[in-house]
């Protein structure tokens, strides 16, 4: 009886054990975040971009509130604010709405790198090209400071990344090249599987996107001839 008694006791406390270590497993699922894609959900991780400093700081530059950019901008306060808190990631069209209201180039929202300080404005060395991150897809500028309606870039679009639920479309040229990978390219009603080598031209006043459909990486040269001196993501 007492073996018996024992081996109960032994039993009870390691069911305790067990049902302790699951609500500690279960907790530690549960407070885990994942990124957030370009819809803009509120949640945050210790990797996600730090664009908002960057937002935050073009908006106190030009003496507007969270209040005025959310006007301007037709972006919802609650959201302009969870962007600026790096809380939320915007896609490309709300990027270029937020860019937009606040009048700044897109290059004001790349981490600059310091230049070579021989070098002309014209030249941008490799290892200096500005960086935009925006954990679903980064953006590498190539274009240097002296270009003012001529930019271009390499997208950095990760498999099953793209530019959003919603295209993009306003005045400007663009076009590219595949360098690696492959994206399917959307402009207006059609849509075309682009790979490695293939390139492209597209008036951007029509509604446009892209995604990767791929199992990799996608490296896309991309070109952007701004019209009437604005300057687009």
């Not at 490309?92 to 929202?109: F, G, H, K, W």
């Not at 897809?137 to 270009?147: Q, V």
């Not at 271009?152 to 040229?173: C, N, R």
């Not at 446009?208 to 001839?225: K, Q």
């Amino acid at each position: 009886m007492r073996t018996e008694r024992a081996t109960g006791r032994s039993i009870g406390r390691a069911r305790v054990a067990l049902s302790k270590s699951g609500m500690a497993r279960a907790k530690a699922v549960s407070g885990k975040r994942a990124a957030p894609g370009p819809s803009g959900s509120a949640t945050r991780t210790a990797d996600l971009p730090l664009i908002g400093h960057a937002i935050r700081a073009l908006r106190k530059s030009k003496g507007m509130s969270l209040q005025d950019l959310a006007a301007a901008s037709g972006v919802s306060l609650g959201m302009l604010s969870q962007i600026e808190r790096d809380r939320a990631n915007p896609s490309l069209r709300v990027l270029t709405r937020i860019r937009e209201a606040l009048d700044a180039p897109v290059s004001a929202l790349f981490e600059e790198t310091p230049p070579v300080i021989a070098d002309p404005d014209f030249v941008r060395r490799a290892g200096h090209h500005p960086r935009l991150d925006l954990g679903y897809i980064s953006k590498e500028l190539l274009s240097s400071k002296a270009s003012r309606h001529l930019q271009f870039m390499v997208l950095h679009v990760p498999p099953g990344a793209a530019t959003g639920d919603h295209p993009i479309a306003y005045a400007a040229e663009k076009g590219g090249l595949i360098l690696d990978g492959e994206l399917v390219l959307t402009v207006g009603s059609r849509e075309a599987l682009i790979r490695a080598g293939d390139s492209f031209f597209f008036d951007g006043t029509q509604p446009h996107g892209f995604r990767n459909p791929g199992t990799r990486d996608a490296r896309v040269l991309w070109i952007i001839v701004t019209v009437g001196g604005e300057r687009h993501l």
